[in-house]
C-alpha cells in the first residue's frame, strides 16, 4: 500500500496552509494593488478577486479565512488521531486544546486592540480571528473525541439548517423576520443586545459569537477530511472520497445560496458549504501533487510559511514590513513610474517577511501554542 496511505505530517497541508498565510500576511493584498496598473483585462479581473464584496456576493478573497479553518479541522483530526495512536487519554487531548484555544483568545484579543486599554473593556473588541479558530478547534475536538463521523456531519448540518430558519423566521423589531440587510438581520440584533465590547462594523460584528456555530462547520468538514486523509483506505479511495466532498459541498453550497445568498459577512450556510467544498478540492489537489505525486521542491517557498503560521501573523500585526520596504527599496523602485510604487512597496514587504521566515525555518525556530 502507498505509504501516503499513513500520514503523520502532510508536506501538503504546510504547503496549503502556507499559500493561505500568504494571502492573509499581504499577498492578497500585493495582487489587489495590481489593480488598474495596466491594460490587462485578466490582472485587472484578478485583484477584483482580493476584495470583499460590500454585502452579498463573492470573490476569492472570501475564500482565504474559510480555508484556514478548513484546514485547522484537518490538522486537529490527524494530530488527535495520533494522540490517540500513542495511548495519550482523550481527558488529556482535550486539556491541551483548551490551553491552545485559551491562549488564541487572548492573542486574539490582543491583536484586534493593541494598543489595549484593560480598564475600558466596553472598548475592547472580542470577535478575533485568533479567538475564531481556538473555539472552533475545541468544539470540533470535543465532537471528534466523543461522537461518530456520520453525528458530526449531522451536527453540521443540523447547525446550518437552524441558522437559516432563525435568520428565516425570528422576527427583529421593525425589520420582520428573514431579513438579511446589513441593518435588519438577526446576527446583528443578537450582536448589539448581547456581545459585549465594541463591534467591527458597529451595527454586527462578523467575528463575534453569533457567527461562531456556522464557522465552525468548516473545521468539522474539515476534520471529516482529515479523516479520510489518515485513514488507511487505498490512495485513489481517499481522492474518490474528497473528490464527492468537494462535488457535493461546491453544488450544495451554489444551490443554497439561490435562497440564502453567499455572504461572508454572515457567514451564511450557503458560503460554508461553497467554501468547504472548495477547501477539500484544493486538499485534494494538494495531496494528490505532494504526498502521492511527491512533487514537492516547488512548494517550499509556501512551505516556509506555513510551518510559522501563528508566527506571520503576528509578525505582520506588530512589525511594520511596509516601512522596513519602503526604507530599504524605495531607492530603487522611486526611478518607475509614481503609480507603481506601492506594488514594489508590497513585494518588498512580502519578501522581508518571507526571510524572517526563512531563518526561523532554517534554525527549526517553529511557534506553536
Known amino acids: 500500500m502507498n505509504s501516503a496511505s499513513h500520514p503523520s505530517r502532510l508536506a501538503s497541508l504546510d504547503a496549503l496552509r502556507g499559500f493561505d498565510m500568504l494571502m492573509i500576511s499581504g499577498g492578497g493584498a500585493f495582487i489587489f494593488l495590481m489593480g488598474g496598473k495596466t491594460n490587462s483585462t485578466f490582472l485587472n479581473s484578478l485583484a477584483a478577486q482580493f476584495e470583499h464584496p460590500a454585502w452579498n456576493g463573492f470573490t476569492f478573497y472570501d475564500f482565504i479565512f474559510p480555508l484556514f479553518l478548513f484546514l485547522a479541522g484537518v490538522s486537529l483530526s490527524i494530530s488527535?488521531?495520533?494522540?490517540?495512536?500513542?495511548?495519550?487519554?482523550?481527558?488529556?487531548?482535550?486539556?491541551?486544546?483548551?490551553?491552545?484555544?485559551?491562549?488564541?483568545?487572548?492573542?486574539?484579543?490582543?491583536?484586534?486592540?493593541?494598543?489595549?486599554?484593560?480598564?475600558?473593556?466596553?472598548?475592547?473588541?472580542?470577535?478575533?480571528?485568533?479567538?475564531?479558530?481556538?473555539?472552533?478547534?475545541?468544539?470540533v475536538a470535543v465532537l471528534y473525541l466523543n461522537t461518530?463521523?456520520?453525528?458530526?456531519?449531522?451536527?453540521?448540518?443540523?447547525?446550518?439548517?437552524?441558522?437559516?430558519?432563525?435568520?428565516?423566521?425570528?422576527?427583529?423589531?421593525?425589520?420582520?423576520?428573514?431579513?438579511?440587510?446589513?441593518?435588519?438581520?438577526?446576527?446583528?440584533?443578537?450582536?448589539?443586545?448581547?456581545?459585549?465590547?465594541?463591534?467591527?462594523?458597529?451595527?454586527?460584528?462578523?467575528?463575534?459569537?453569533?457567527?461562531q456555530l456556522s464557522a465552525t462547520c468548516l473545521t468539522i468538514f474539515g476534520a471529516l477530511a482529515g479523516k479520510i486523509l489518515h485513514d488507511?483506505?487505498?490512495?485513489?479511495?481517499?481522492?474518490?472520497?474528497?473528490?464527492?466532498?468537494?462535488?457535493?459541498?461546491?453544488?450544495?453550497?451554489?444551490?443554497?445560496?439561490?435562497?440564502?445568498p453567499?455572504?461572508?459577512?454572515?457567514?451564511?450556510?450557503?458560503?460554508?458549504?461553497?467554501t468547504?467544498?472548495?477547501a477539500t478540492l484544493l486538499v485534494a489537489l494538494f495531496y494528490w501533487v505532494m504526498d502521492v505525486q511527491r512533487f514537492t521542491k516547488w512548494a517550499f517557498f509556501f512551505k516556509v510559511i506555513g510551518r510559522n503560521s501563528l508566527a506571520i501573523y503576528l509578525l505582520c500585526r506588530f512589525v511594520d514590513f511596509g516601512e522596513s520596504s519602503r526604507l530599504l527599496f524605495a531607492?530603487?523602485?522611486?526611478?518607475?513610474?509614481?503609480?507603481?510604487?506601492?506594488?514594489?512597496?508590497?513585494?518588498?514587504?512580502?519578501?522581508?517577511?518571507?526571510?524572517?521566515?526563512?531563518?526561523?525555518?532554517?534554525?527549526?525556530?517553529?511557534?506553536?501554542?
Open 148 to 211: 461518530t463521523w456520520i453525528t458530526q456531519l449531522l451536527i453540521a448540518f443540523a447547525i446550518l439548517g437552524l441558522y437559516h430558519a432563525a435568520l428565516l423566521f425570528i422576527t427583529v423589531g421593525d425589520y420582520g423576520g428573514g431579513n438579511l440587510t446589513f441593518e435588519g438581520n438577526l446576527v446583528g440584533w443578537i450582536d448589539r443586545a448581547f456581545m459585549p465590547g465594541r463591534l467591527k462594523q458597529t451595527t454586527y460584528d462578523e467575528l463575534a459569537m453569533t457567527t
Open 331 to 369: 531607492g530603487f523602485y522611486s526611478h518607475a513610474p509614481e503609480k507603481w510604487h506601492e506594488v514594489f512597496n508590497a513585494l518588498g514587504g512580502l519578501i522581508l517577511v518571507w526571510l524572517v521566515l526563512y531563518v526561523m525555518y532554517r534554525y527549526k525556530i517553529f511557534v506553536k501554542v
Open 80 to 139: 488527535l488521531k495520533n494522540g490517540m495512536a500513542k495511548g495519550i487519554p482523550p481527558s488529556k487531548l482535550l486539556e491541551k486544546v483548551f490551553k491552545r484555544m485559551v491562549i488564541l483568545f487572548l492573542l486574539g484579543i490582543l491583536d484586534k486592540n493593541a494598543p489595549i486599554d484593560i480598564f475600558d473593556p466596553a472598548h475592547i473588541r472580542y470577535g478575533t480571528v485568533l479567538g475564531r479558530i481556538g473555539i472552533a478547534t475545541f468544539l
Open 262 to 274: 453567499l455572504n461572508k459577512h454572515l457567514w451564511s450556510s450557503s458560503f460554508i458549504l461553497l
Open 232 to 260: 488507511k483506505s487505498d490512495v485513489g479511495v481517499k481522492l474518490i472520497r474528497l473528490g464527492a466532498m468537494a462535488a457535493v459541498g461546491i453544488t450544495a453550497g451554489l444551490l443554497w445560496a439561490t435562497v440564502f
Open 276 to 278: 468547504a467544498g472548495m
